[in-house]
């Protein structure tokens, strides 16, 4: 392991050149270096969230009257109207609360199964 570290000095200079085409070939290094990690953020982190956005977006313009619908906060309760950028959930007999559309977590078909 020391040898390591005492030849670490002698690479790194022999890496170096000392050439101005080192130079330039250490620029372009760096670029591809800086392009990989720009492609590796692209793909694990940009890529999946605009989908799920997307996905997002598709799920609340295809509320209908009838649907389950979960909020952010864990109300749920059942849509009996849709207007243009709220949703009013009945959460119970006779009590209805009204949401803006972007609170809405999930949503489920109003035919649910009563077995257990």
């Known amino acids: 392991m020391m040898n390591l570290f005492s030849k670490l000095p002698i690479l790194l200079g022999s890496l170096e050149g000392g050439s101005a085409a080192g130079g330039s070939g ?3 290094t760096t670029f591809i270096t800086f392009g990989l ?13 605009n989908k799920k956005q997307k996905e997002a977006k598709k799920m609340l313009e295809a509320i209908k009257k009838g649907d389950k619908a979960v909020t ?3 109300i749920h309760g059942t849509v009996v109207a849709v207007k243009d950028t709220t949703v009013v959930v009945k959460v119970d007999d006779n009590t209805k609360l009204e949401f803006t559309k972007s609170a809405i977590a999930s949503v489920g078909t109003g035919e649910t199964s009563t077995a257990k």
């Open 26 to 28: 250490q620029m372009v």
């Open 37 to 49: 990690v720009i492609l590796i953020f692209y793909f694990l982190i940009i890529r999946p969230q």
């Open 72 to 74: 952010i906060g864990g």
